[in-house]
């Protein structure tokens, strides 16, 4: 796809005020039918005002969208520093110590799997949907996912680039081989009849907070075809995304007309790149998140308010001009 104009689809009116524009709209309440959302009711005039920018950058098509934890939190699963994030006492695994000791890889399986629980039961939300009705509409480009839930191709989006992979499946170490996660469940579920926890909370990344107490009697289990070390198929802190998948997702964004961003921070170098791309090849960025996120900077629009309320509220009125 070749490149766009940077302000395409955005009339001159639109685009001055939209520059720089932080828009609050945390009261906001959608009002919806069985069919889907009917209308939204805005709290303030220039939070319709960015709805409408919001609306005619979409419409214009060609949009890239990178989201993060803040677009599952209405299917129950917390984001790491929004409203619903979970206070977490343990700190992350990671690859090192994952990879390097049999202890660290016993207590991230023993979490992993009482977290599993609840991720691998998670469904798709109202933002999910909207995502997927807009790439139905052929108004996306692409979508990458910060995410590990698997939720974007569980609502319909089709050929998700998953930055950070997928919680849903299993890698040995060893010999390579790829297996589902709710195989290794059942084989950890029978291979742990006996021991029992209650999980203290549950990350964005399937893992819970769980004392080392709790530990006691948990066993982990082997790869199946070659006996060796079983770690989810998801990238650890302190481990790099594969370099061709960072390539991939750099010619999304060339190919792009806009990125939007959902439900990120982007405090983390991983996702803010892309923003970063965008911006310095002069294509407009857009982020609807519930706080501030260091790509605010770069936006020509910013809409602070949930996701399962912008999102069908943008997809039904991009419908409703064709």
Same mark, same amino acid.
Do not use: I, K
């Given at each position: 796809m070749a490149s766009r104009p940077v302000d395409a689809g955005l009339t001159?009116?639109?685009? #001055? =005020? !939209?520059?720089?524009?932080?828009?609050?709209? &945390?009261?906001?309440v959608a009002r919806a039918t069985a069919a889907g959302v009917s209308r939204v009711a805005l709290p303030a005039e #220039? =939070? !319709?005002?960015?709805?409408?920018?919001?609306? &005619?950058?979409?419409?214009?098509?060609g949009v890239l969208v990178l989201s993060g934890a803040g677009i599952s939190t209405e299917s129950g699963i917390p984001d790491y520093r929004g409203p619903s994030s979970s206070a977490r006492r343990a700190s992350p695994m990671?690859?090192?110590?994952?990879?390097?000791?049999?202890a660290a890889r016993r207590r991230y399986w023993a979490r992993s799997h009482?977290?599993?629980?609840?991720?691998?039961?998670?469904?798709?939300?109202?933002?999910?949907r909207a995502v997927a009705a807009l790439q139905d509409a052929g108004l996306l480009s692409g979508v990458i996912t910060q995410n590990v839930d698997g939720l974007h191709q569980a609502a319909g989006a089709r050929d998700v680039t998953d930055l950070h992979g997928r919680l849903d499946r299993v890698?040995?170490?060893?010999c390579g081989r790829l297996s589902a996660r709710n195989e290794l469940h059942a084989r950890l579920a029978?291979?742990?009849?006996?021991w029992h926890a209650i999980a203290a909370g549950i990350n964005p990344d399937g893992d819970v907070d769980l004392p080392d107490s709790a530990l006691d009697g948990f066993r982990t289990v082997d790869c199946e075809n070659c006996a060796g070390v079983l770690k989810p198929d998801v990238v650890f802190f302190g481990e790099t995304v594969p370099a061709d998948r960072v390539a991939r997702c750099y010619g999304l964004v060339a190919e792009s007309r806009s990125l939007l961003v959902l439900g990120s921070s982007?405090?983390?170098?991983?996702?803010?790149?892309?923003?970063?791309?965008?911006a310095r090849d002069g294509r407009p960025v857009a982020i609807v998140n519930q706080g501030a996120t260091r790509g605010d900077r770069y936006a020509a629009v910013t809409v602070d308010a949930p996701l399962g309320s912008v999102l069908p509220a943008v997809a039904a009125r991009v419908a409703g001009r064709s």
């Open positions: 001159n009116e639109r685009r #001055r =005020a !939209a520059r720089r524009t932080v828009v609050r709209v &945390d009261t906001m #220039r =939070a !319709a005002e960015a709805l409408d920018t919001l609306t &005619d950058l979409v419409a214009a098509g990671t690859y090192q110590a994952f990879s390097g000791d049999p009482l977290g599993w629980q609840l991720v691998g039961r998670a469904a798709p939300n109202r933002g999910h890698r040995c170490l060893d029978e291979a742990n009849v006996s982007l405090t983390v170098m991983s996702g803010h790149r892309f923003v970063l791309r965008a």
